[in-house]
């Protein structure tokens, strides 16, 4: 070709892809396997799958992969994101709703949209200021935002087209859910059930942002007419009227897949409020839709068919975790079904045309039910469900089984791959609830845990190894089908991230203790990992340009665990990036470690109680964000390490409300002074522990580490062996 001639069509070509770029279609969506380079959805299909049909890397070269580029979002809060990529551009979003465009070539910003969320709302997250991603259509990417927006911006210059209030701002909603994009309409849901909300998804005109239709999942005030038929159905399964003054929850904060031939919408329906059956709905009921998987009409919001996975749910068991879609061959006959694995700790296989089960089992230990009986539908709970008259350790831990986290499914194995954990926690019946409104939990759980005083105490080296033995990590290949474990892999932390699968027979995972794996999908085996220096728990996803194949991941420590939890092994939280590999990268890895010293913490001040009771205090309205024993994950500022001068100002940020312009809001309307003084107390004591054990001898404190070790080994055993 002609100098010239070759000039003007590359020059065509790339303002083709860069300033013509196709739209995004229904024809498009529905057939986005045919389009192997390009993301165009949350689960990369309706079905959402998450099995990448590239063939560059495979089993035999997948050893070369490296660095490709790195994208910093300089932020240090949980990213979770699955990244879209629409000819050769990567959509992604941060903490705080923030959208970036990103040239995926080589990870340079495009642009980016910063919604501006008052950094007050953060107090309505309960699990960190994450976003899982935004979806496409026509011209325009749209984004949620965690103070429950919808926007729709314009895909090549992030410019806001529209945007639309998705709640009632009176409330503590968030948004931290993907929107998805089905027939000219988003559809998004929302959180907050921990706080007290009434849960419910929208579909919204994508060109207009006007509302098409809501379904609501729990009925509203028992005076007021239902708003549809499955409200009326479902106003049936409650008593009292506590769960309407408090929201009844069941909000829809995440999952969601779409079947284009059955025209049917099926969403995931998250836990009550308050979470406390006893409380929610005294005198019993199932409490629909809590814990549900919904299908409805993706057109008109109409109800299709429900299947409920924990009926009267008290454990925070969501049924929001990822759904997949698939066809399998089960007793010889081809069904059209739909997978998940709740919190509750079993995998569901339901007819997806009629939402009838077809199976279920445990896949991790479950010990508040043995069994689902298959001729109802129902679980069989045990002995050890019920906590009214005593507060039993329950498995799963309101962590779950499985979280947000998305699996995949891999057709030719026929498995799907559960980033799955597993766990216990306490749970009680709280005596005299109040509806807390506002900013703050309302689980009916009890509060006052007598044994705080002694918690205190604690040597936080020991605290970690119990946790190590009591919260486990790993990744699970699964037989949908024959219902059975194929193989797993433990991970040294028990959050970790999301799953992609590759046509090649591979299976990418990141982990919490900083790393990106590649494994064979047929038996597990490691065929390749790199470190990335932050703790991962967005899903990989891939995707191809100009012929090269590309995997990419949000790496960015956070989300419910990371925050509450300082994981033995997880990696230290440096800032956030969008870290892409190929065959043969080799771009290098900018360190983003923070360090931190502990100043030497002030003389101690208070009683044994007055810790006790700061612990006590502590435990209701802090650990949420500065982490269980006062040992955050370092996301969010760990409270032992606060300078002279924060100890200084201590009741005028957490009383005063100085810090709140940055997230730190006034606790004023829950505590007085001298509560504020006993937390106080209580994180002088434990920066002392924490300050002992940094300063101790070496030889001494190998000596302790054997100790804690074989003491958790001993707790674990005769305390939770079962
Ligand atoms: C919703 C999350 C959240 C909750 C709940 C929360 N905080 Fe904070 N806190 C923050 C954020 C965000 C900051 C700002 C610093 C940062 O981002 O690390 C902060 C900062 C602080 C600081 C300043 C730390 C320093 O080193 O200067 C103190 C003190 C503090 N919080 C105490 C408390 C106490 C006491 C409670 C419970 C009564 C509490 N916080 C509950 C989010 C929270």
Known sequence: MHATLRRFVAASLLCFSVCCSAEVTRQRLTAADTEPDQWLSHGRNYAEDRESPLQQIDRGNVATLGLAWSFDTSTHRGLEASPLVIDGVIYTTGSWSRVYA?????????????????????????????????????????VGTLDGRLVALDRTTGAPVWQTLTIDQTRPYTITGAPRAINGKIMIGNGGAEYGVRGYISAYDADTGAQVWRFYTVPGSPALPPESAAMKMAAKTWRGDVFYQVGGGGTVWDSMAYDPVLNLLYFGVGNGSPWNRHIRSPGGGDNLFLSSIVAVNADTGEYAWHYQTTPADTWDYTATQH???????????QRKVLMQAPKNGFFYVLDRETGKLISAEKYTKASWASHVDLATGRPVETSNADHITKTQMTGPAPSGGHNWQPMAFNQSQALVYIPAMESIAPYSTGKDFQYSPGGHWNLGQNDNNENSATMTSI??????????????????????????????VEHPTMWNGGVLTTKTGLVFQGTGDG??????????EVLWQTETGTGIIAPPISFALEGTQYISVMAGWGGVVGLMLNLPQSASAGTGRLLTYRLGGTATLPTNTISRTLPEPPDQLGSDATIGHGANLYNVHCMRCHGAGLQSGGLVADLRYMSPESHKQFKNIVLGGVLSSVGMVSFADQIDANDADAIHSYIISAAHLQW??????????????????????????????S
Do not use: H
Request: aromatic share 14%; net charge negative; with cysteine.
């Open 102 to 142: 990103i040239s995926a070539a080589n990870g340079e910003q495009i642009w980016s949209y910063d919604p501006e969320v008052p950094r007050s709302w953060g107090v309505n997250a309960c699990c960190d200021v994450v976003n899982r991603g935004v979806a496409a259509w026509g011209d325009k990417v749209y």
């Open 323 to 333: 759904i997949i879609l698939a066809d399998l061959t089960i007793d010889g006959e």
């Open 459 to 488: 040597p936080p080296a020991l605290m970690r190894a119990v946790m190590q033995r009591i919260m486990k990590g790993r990744l699970i290949a699964w037989d949908p089908v024959a219902q059975t474990e194929r193989w797993r």
């Open 515 to 524: 790393r990106l794996v590649a494994y064979d999908a047929a038996n597990g």
């Open 692 to 721: 002992q054990e940094d300063n101790a001898a070496p030889w001494w404190k190998a000596i302790k580490s054997e100790f804690y070790d074989a003491f958790a080994y001993l707790v674990v055993f005769f305390g939770f062996s």
